[in-house]
């Protein structure tokens, strides 16, 4: 299995800041159909996750453009800019490039 | 709006099964997979497999085989999920979530609770 290696456990940032996650997988997601799948999803406090970014990039449906997702092959990166209260929560990243699909262990995020 | 509703939380007894429901709405259903995921607190969140809403075909994670059975009614836009010979290590949230390039909708979760 696709082992995601997710980069820090936590942090913790002021308001109107900017932070990044890493994710690391232990194999390329670059699928044979030159697509790279990873995901980003949060998930606050008491509900499901959520899609952020899909194929590393691509912002999902109403999602902010202070979220912005870059990175290829084995190492990909989350951005927030200008954070704000709504944005506390765990970060996951997730590939689809191969069954099984899996996921990092998540960044909790705190508002200082 | 597309929505996922999942059946309520389960209190079961070890070497019971479980069969959790996912109603699908707002979208057409036969047009995409839908996946079940496990999240614990020291396990984080597991992909347990998918069922294709069309045909019906199956992917288990190997870690999921012999434990969970994904079903599929095409009549009222529902997936199912049996998990059996239920053990506490069983004891988690559930979702199904709907697939594309990520998966962009996720039900409310069902807490399965594995207790004598």
């Known amino acids: 299995d696709v082992v995601m290696t997710q980069t820090p456990v936590s942090l913790s940032v002021s308001l109107g800041g900017q932070v990044s996650i890493s994710c690391r997988s232990s194999q390329s997601l670059v699928h044979n159909n030159g697509n790279t799948y990873l995901s980003w999803y949060l998930q606050k406090p008491g509900q499901s996750p959520q899609l952020l970014i899909y194929?590393?990039?691509n912002r999902f449906s109403g999602i902010s453009d202070r979220f912005s997702g870059s990175g290829s092959g084995t190492d990909l990166t989350l951005k927030i800019s200008r954070v704000e209260p709504d944005d506390l929560g765990v970060y996951y990243c997730g590939q689809g490039t191969q069954y099984p699909f899996t996921f990092g262990s998540g960044t909790k995020l705190e508002i200082k | 709006q597309v929505q996922l509703q999942q059946s309520g939380a389960e209190l079961a007894k070890p070497g019971s099964s479980v069969k959790i429901s996912c109603k699908a709405s707002?979208?057409?259903?036969?047009?995409?997979?839908i996946s079940w995921i496990k999240q614990t607190t020291g396990q984080g969140l597991e992909y347990i497999g998918y069922?294709?809403?069309?045909?019906?075909?199956?992917y288990y994670n190997e870690k999921f085989k012999g434990k969970a059975t994904l079903t599929v009614d095409k009549s009222s836009s529902t997936a199912f999920m049996q998990l059996s010979s239920l053990t506490p290590e069983d004891t988690a949230v559930y979702y199904c979530?709907?697939?594309?390039?990520?998966?962009?909708?996720w039900g409310q979760g069902t807490l399965v609770t594995v207790s004598s």
């Open positions: 194929k590393v990039s």
């Open positions: 707002g979208y057409t259903f036969t047009s995409y997979d």
């Open positions: 979530a709907r697939s594309t390039y990520g998966f962009a909708y």
């Open positions: 069922i294709n809403t069309g045909s019906g075909g199956t």
